[in-house]
């Protein structure tokens, strides 16, 4: 692996637990070795294997890297890169696949999908079995809606609790209901740069808004819908924890072992939920942030947010970290865009638009930090632009002209930003 900036990893288990204590003794020695000023710790998000979260850092760093004479003072700086690996499974399909779009819904594909996302491999097994007998028969499909309950962490917090609750609780027939056919309302805009022009696997309406008009049954996309939003709470509680668990406890040692270094977190995805619970559990100062297409609410930082008083999960971060918190959002990220219209639909909260800012249960990455106490809005600049990261604050960059997709999150205009932040 050819990281242009010093670089250690730690790799942590789903409870947050350090797989390898050797790994704690490099990055020690690479920080007594290096003296840095500023410490980098990037979390990947789903859908990673170990060599996939490598290549990503290795990108991102690459173009931290190749900007880096763009940014006063950057050049003097001595930096260090901490990649954090951790157990994340796939949570939606490819971007590019073409799944949601009604493209290659197939039985084979499901069974697939199914094995690569259930870990439990008995539970997987039984899914797998039932998936022929999904066409016509609802029993078989309240059996696998009962069957991935069953991988559903006991119980949530945040703003999507209800939208919880109902998924493991509601009325099996009801929610499979709502499964068995794509949302129309968040369809894509016409193709702009490819992903942009899949739509994602909303749910439908009930059934006392009024019929299905302008939607087609399809047994697998509901079962797809399904895998997609029980995967999606397992994953949010183990960025959760990993990063409560274990990250937070990771940023305590290395201010311990590097203590004038400023320490910097990034984020991808369910990555992004993983820096924040550990900036929220960390004794160690933390100088920036940077949010790349997070997965969690844009009521995740929010105060107020449903106006009964109730604050996001977060809200305490901002404060927490001295710079800039960065966050990158983009309406053309359609696995953001998937998890929430799903929830949305499972609590009955039909917002004017499945996903966006009117939708309570929108997320970050598509829409920005939302009713965020010291939140600004402002657009992800090319190369060389002015950003004015002045002081703490929450800056919700629209990103649609630079990241095509949830994954295109490793281009010089990312970097640049990120960088600009280290260094606001």
């Given at each position: 692996m050819a990281m242009s900036l010093p670089y250690a990893e730690v790799e942590f288990d789903k409870k947050g637990a350090f797989v390898d204590p050797a790994q704690l003794k490099e990055l020690d020695a690479l920080l007594a070795q290096k003296h840095p000023t500023d410490v980098i710790v990037i979390s990947h998000g789903w859908n990673n294997t170990h060599g996939q979260a490598r290549s990503l850092y290795e990108q991102l760093v690459d173009s931290i890297t190749a900007v880096r004479g763009k940014v006063a003072g950057a050049r003097q700086r001595r930096f260090v890169v901490v990649g954090v690996l951790w157990p994340s499974i796939q949570w939606a399909p490819?971007?590019?696949?073409?799944?949601?779009?009604?493209?290659?819904?197939?039985?084979?594909?499901?069974?697939?999908?199914?094995?690569?996302?259930?870990?439990?491999?008995?539970?997987?097994?039984?899914?797998?079995a039932l998936v022929p007998k999904l066409e016509g028969s609802s029993a078989a499909q309240e059996e696998f809606l009962e069957?991935?309950?069953?991988?559903?962490?006991?119980?949530?917090?945040?703003?999507?609790?209800?939208?919880?609750?109902?998924?493991?609780?509601?009325?099996?027939?009801?929610?499979?209901?709502?499964?068995?056919?794509?949302?129309?309302e968040d369809a894509a805009p016409a193709a702009v740069g490819g992903a942009a022009s899949v739509e994602p696997a909303g749910l439908p309406p009930l059934a006392e808004e009024g019929g299905a008009a302008g939607f087609f049954d399809n047994v697998i996309q509901m079962g797809r819908n399904l895998l997609n939003v029980t995967t999606y709470y397992t994953m949010k509680e183990r960025a959760g924890v990993v990063g409560k668990k274990g990250v937070a406890p990771l940023l305590d040692r290395i201010h311990k072992e590097a203590r004038d270094a400023r320490i910097h977190l990034v984020g991808h995805s369910f990555g992004g939920r993983a820096v924040t619970a550990a900036a929220l559990a960390t004794k160690a100062p933390i100088a920036s942030m940077s949010l790349l297409q997070a997965a969690y609410s844009h009521f995740g930082m929010a105060t107020d947010w449903d106006g009964s008083g109730a604050n996001g999960m977060f809200a305490k971060v901002p404060a927490k970290v001295s710079g800039p918190i960065i966050v990158t959002h983009t309406h053309r990220d359609k696995a953001v865009g998937l998890a929430y219209p799903i929830a949305s639909r499972l609590a009955r909260q039909i917002g004017q638009g499945l996903g966006d800012e009117n939708d309570p249960y929108g997320g970050i990455g598509r829409n920005g930090a939302l009713k965020t106490?010291?939140?600004?809005?402002?657009?992800?600049?090319?190369?060389?632009?002015?950003?004015?990261f002045a002081g703490p604050g929450v800056w919700s960059l629209k990103s649609d002209d630079f990241i095509s997709g949830h994954s295109a999150i490793t281009g010089r205009q990312v970097g640049y930003a990120v960088l600009s932040a280290v260094m606001a």
């Open positions: 490819d971007e590019n696949s073409g799944a949601g779009a009604g493209v290659g819904d197939s039985a084979a594909e499901l069974e697939t999908e199914i094995r690569e996302r259930v870990e439990d491999p008995e539970i997987a097994d039984r899914l797998i069957l991935l309950r069953e991988t559903l962490p006991k119980s949530t917090k945040g703003e999507d609790v209800a939208a919880f609750t109902a998924l493991k609780e509601a009325d099996p027939q009801e929610v499979i209901a709502a499964a068995k056919t794509l949302a129309a106490r010291g939140g600004k809005t402002g657009t992800l600049l090319d190369v060389g632009g002015r950003y004015d």
